[in-house]
């Protein structure tokens, strides 16, 4: 099945700062999800991006298909940054399954 | 502000109670999920739903039992836990179930944190 690695495990920034956050993978992917799961345990769908860029505010991502890998950047970081990043993805033979990365656990001192 | 709500948000129960998690979602999807998030693990899919009908169990144990009575509202019951259990318990919803095309976008509700005694 396919492997999802994210770098780096934990990333501690003080507010202000920019971030990249990076998310391997070891196979073609039809589906490629970042989450962000705040201190309180709730998961907040940040972008759905197999490919291409998109941004929303102070964040954007970029996935690159044939390199398999996709980044996540968050600009001008804020506290309410804090918490961890998740990356997901599916393939052609996933069904039903999003394979989850173990995260970037980000801390955004003030 | 997700579009899933889930209730209760925390809950402590013995290992003989019978409880509930129920997880409401109001964007209109058909397909909707239970998660389980342990410590230093990654999530694990526990169930899916599409249009009230169970698609996977992903080789769940049978003190949990989910019930999904309409494409808005999922249950997931629990009897005779062991500590093991305790968890953040995650549900979530998407337009359609991810299956063979394996697009759309997952939404997640807050989590019912549940300690198991």
């Known amino acids: 099945g396919i492997q999802v690695e994210q770098s780096p495990p934990d990333l501690i920034l003080q507010e202000g700062a920019n971030s990249t956050l990076r998310c391997n993978f070891s196979?073609?992917?039809?589906?490629l999800q970042w989450f962000h799961q705040n201190p309180w345990g709730q998961l907040i769908n940040l972008f759905y991006i197999p490919s291409g860029t998109k941004q929303n505010g102070r964040l954007s991502a970029t996935t690159v298909a044939t390199e398999r890998y996709s980044l996540l950047y968050i600009s001008s970081s804020q506290t309410t940054d804090s918490g961890v990043y998740f990356c997901a993805v599916a393939g052609m033979d996933s069904n039903y399954q999003l394979i989850w990365g173990a995260g970037t656990k980000l801390i955004i001192k003030p | 502000e997700t579009g899933v709500t889930q209730t209760p948000r925390h809950l402590v129960m013995g290992m003989t109670n019978k409880k509930s998690l129920k997880c409401e979602q109001h964007?209109?999807?058909?397909?909707m999920y239970w998660y389980k998030q342990s410590a230093k693990k990654p999530l694990e899919l526990m169930f899916v739903?599409?249009?009230?009908?169970?698609?996977e169990n992903n080789s769940v144990p049978s003190r949990f039992s989910p019930e999904c009575p309409n494409s808005s509202h999922l249950f997931l019951h629990l009897h005779t836990l062991q500590p093991e259990d305790s968890a953040l318990y995650l549900c979530?919803?998407?337009?359609?179930?991810?299956?063979?095309?394996?697009?759309?976008?997952?939404?997640f509700g807050e989590g019912s944190r549940l300690t198991v005694l």
């Open positions: 196979d073609s992917v039809n589906n």
């Open positions: 739903y599409s249009l009230e009908e169970r698609v």
């Open positions: 979530a919803s998407s337009q359609e179930a991810l299956a063979a095309a394996n697009t759309g976008e997952l939404f």
């Open positions: 964007l209109g999807h058909n397909a």
